[in-house]
């Protein structure tokens, strides 16, 4: 057995070593492309939503309490009819309460990462361009896009772009400027889940990127 065996474990670390050899280079592509414009975003109140200060007694003990709805707007400026999508990245990823791709975390309580304060997500709405166009998604960086003419989350895992639904397809337009309503609703964890001993400031945090297509 034992003799039998040796040469053929020879055979298989010489074709081993063969194969090796065969792909021992790979090829490196470099690609991309320089836009001639740019887009500028802003948002409203300085893109900053404020709650206030919520009593502890007002907190359910044992579901999310929902805080009211807050409206802000956010707006592009490009130098010329431009293709482009957004994507809003969670600075404080981790510490929504529910985890949901279209939910952003508040922070943390105490610095207890299992103290998550809760989370809160971002509605689009009224779309108003240059062009007619309608809001679009993507969870796979732009190669499948989906419309949902009343209104989209922004969600962090995704892509949002504006466009059209044309002979079946979805598809961003060049657009050189565009408006839309941002409607914001934040809950906060359940108390039981909290320490709170002391003043606790919500601390979310999103910064939009824009992506040219």
Known sequence: MNALFTPLVGALLIAGCTFVQAASS?????????????????????????FGKVAAKDLSLNSTTPLPDANLGLSLICEAPT????????????TAYYDHSHLYGLGIANGDPNQKLGNYRFEVFNPVADTEVIPLFSIDRGQLWIANPVGSYFQHTAWLAFGEHLNGVNAPKPVGNVTVDLRIRASIAPLRTLTVTEEIPLDGSVTVDVIYL
């Open 26 to 50: 790979v090829d490196l592509t470099v690609k991309g492309s320089i836009t001639p414009s740019a887009c500028v975003p802003s948002i409203t109140q300085g893109g900053i939503v404020d």
């Open 83 to 94: 293709l482009f999508a957004l994507h809003g990245k969670d600075n404080r990823v981790g």
